[in-house]
């Protein structure tokens, strides 16, 4: 999804600055929980069409703490009142075991909701921005402080094994996103096949292409257009080339190694595509007019009707197209959460019938997408903590909480893509020197040793050190390649170390006790494989100790060096800011 529109978190935090700038409002405080009694929650009292979010805090104080909701809410915040004070109320009366608790009312029909804990009397924020689109499946969610998670059951629990089919050949991959139009002068299909030989060197195994159909024309944003406004879902836009251009693209891909992924936009088309001529395929206002996705400012695009059969067996049919035509090997979902799970079921059986896919899903909300339809979603959770580590708002014992929910959220076998940047990131929020400054090799390290596959996008490896522009021509240089060496070693440490592949063929992440709250150390083993990190997640030089169990003393190999390295029960380190020292047996 275009981070010019929507929401992976910061997007939104952008869109509400403009909220956040109005002013602030007189606030006092509602009665203690000393002069009121204590309501206790009941969920056979939550009315239709109502979700009751529980917020906890270990100070147990909530009079001062709210909401800021919008999205498919009955009343957005926006509508009450200026931020903070139109974020509807916690209060210490309306508690039960889980903390206070408030019953949003919902639009019918909702799709999606938003909100930020927000202290209604000062601004300040406790944690991101949070989503959710599950509704039918859950009438309570419950949230923590300091915990950037939206759990659907009070305990958190894990969800169990993901049923969907893993191909063989993920197991160890890296996926590398390909933007066709700002890779060469040319921007094409043909000039970009030049660039496989030296992707082969690199080691990344998916090339994920950003949508290559053709874009229309209706309400186009600037000169070329947004690339997520589909017109023809079956043909390839002229500026790449030509469907056979694309092919022979892929069968050279397939002969060095690589496997490919097509971006695939399925909540939505262009104002002018040729599905149009069914205005019953898509979601129609009073007048009977298409619509633009609903809480969005996307004027270029039509929002679909996932209530009409019709429509639902063409998307599949023209997914189906790519893999039995162009031979593909899975699908990146835009805006996953914004189409219903059970589609995303039923695609996935279908494409499986023709050959083993990959399915990545543009979100982290909807975790029942990976149940049966996805292999892999968005770390958006990880992506924007390391930014607040490398800003200095975050720590260790961030990404400690973060490994421990994500164990409980994720079906087994499942994982996030972790990443530095990609399309949306680079165009809309900086560049990752921008972004990570002096810590950006480090965090580029946590991308490729924690749990998850992870992505480089196109030009992290030659150091792109500009925004590309979204909707026009912006070549990327290739002049300067020295982190394609960096990104290399990290392609090769994932895949000579079965400690680190994805999901189950990898081994699970254990955290190790330090004795500086800056240092995070972790282990992952598997068979013979084992791989510890050690990280100074600071600015400053950093001396301390990592705590070993007996079974993982003896000798190690830094990496990339080989030297030799002899792990004692409590070993010191010595870091430099933002050190980060991978050792491997």
């Known amino acids: 999804m275009l981070k010019r529109f929507f929401n992976k978190v910061s997007v939104l935090m952008m869109l509400l600055v403009m909220v956040f700038s109005i002013g602030k409002l007189p606030f006092s405080n509602s009665a203690s929980a000393e002069q009121v009694k204590v309501q206790q929650s009941d969920s056979t009292t939550i009315p239709d069409n109502t979700i009751r979010i529980h917020y906890e805090r270990a100070d147990k104080n909530y009079d001062i703490w709210g909401l800021w909701l919008w999205g498919d809410v009955a009343t957005p915040s926006a509508e009450v009142g200026v931020w903070p004070t139109g974020a509807i109320a916690f209060s210490n009366t309306q508690v039960d075991e889980y903390g206070a608790y408030v019953d949003v009312?919902?639009?019918?029909?909702?799709a999606s909701i938003n909100f930020i804990v927000v202290n209604r009397a000062t601004g300040e924020k406790d944690g991101d921005a949070k989503g959710f689109t599950q509704f039918g499946e859950y009438k309570e969610l419950y949230i923590t402080e300091g915990d950037d998670f939206v759990y659907t059951s009070p305990d958190g629990s894990q969800v169990e094994k993901s049923k969907a089919h893993f191909p063989e050949w993920s197991k160890d991959a890296t996926i590398y996103e390909v933007n066709v139009r700002q890779y060469t002068s040319e921007g094409t299909f043909k000039a970009f096949e030049a660039h496989l030989p030296r992707l082969k060197k690199l080691g990344v195994k998916i090339l994920w292409f950003m949508p290559i159909q053709p874009i229309s024309k209706e309400g186009r944003v600037g000169t070329l257009g947004s690339p997520y406004a589909?017109?023809?879902?079956?043909?390839?836009?002229p500026d790449f080339g030509t469907i056979e251009d694309f092919k022979s693209l892929v069968k050279k891909a397939h002969s060095m190694g690589f496997k490919v992924m097509l971006d695939w936009v399925g909540n939505h088309t262009g104002m002018d595509n040729i599905w149009t001529k069914n205005k019953e395929w898509y979601t129609l206002d009073n007048e009977g007019n298409i619509t633009h996705p609903a809480g969005t400012n996307w004027l270029d695009v039509a929002d679909l009707n996932y209530n009409n059969s019709d429509m639902r067996a063409a998307m599949i049919d023209a997914m189906e197209y790519w893999v039995k035509e162009a031979d593909i090997d899975g699908y990146r979902a835009d805006y996953a959460g914004g189409v219903p799970v059970d589609f995303w079921e039923t695609a996935r059986k279908q494409l499986d019938k023709i050959k083993p896919v990959y399915m990545l899903a543009e979100d982290n909300t909807t975790y029942s997408l990976l149940d049966k339809a996805f292999n892999s979603n968005y770390g958006w959770t990880l992506h924007y903590m390391m930014r607040d580590i490398a800003a200095g708002k975050k720590g260790a014992k961030n990404v400690k909480s973060y490994i421990d929910s994500m164990e409980r959220l994720y079906p087994k076998g499942s994982y996030s893509m972790n990443f530095l940047t990609n399309h949306d990131i680079n165009a809309w929020e900086g560049t990752t020197s921008e972004l990570f400054g002096e810590s950006e090799k480090t965090m580029a390290a946590l991308t490729f040793t924690l749990p998850g596959i992870p992505l480089i996008y196109s030009g992290q490896e030659a150091g792109l050190d500009k925004r590309l522009a979204f909707f026009d021509r912006d070549e990327i240089s290739w002049k300067d390649l020295s982190m394609q060496k960096f990104y290399q070693d990290l392609v090769r440490l994932k895949k000579e170390n079965k400690a680190l592949w994805n999901g189950t063929a990898g081994g699970e992440i254990r955290l190790l006790d330090t004795s500086d709250e800056h240092i995070l150390a972790f282990e992952r083993e598997k068979g013979d494989s084992k791989v510890i990190v050690v990280v100074n997640l600071s600015a400053d030089h950093v001396?301390?100790?990592?705590?070993?169990?007996?079974?993982?003393?003896?000798?190690?190999?830094?990496?990339?060096?080989?030297?030799?390295?002899?792990?004692k029960n409590q070993q010191p380190f010595d870091l430099e800011p933002w050190a980060c020292q991978i050792i491997v047996k």
């Open 543 to 567: 001396s301390g100790s990592v705590i070993m169990d007996s079974k993982s003393v003896g000798n190690y190999k830094l990496f990339p060096s080989q030297e030799i390295f002899k792990m």
């Open 105 to 110: 009312k919902l639009k019918d029909n909702p």
């Open 230 to 237: 589909v017109q023809d879902y079956k043909a390839v836009n």
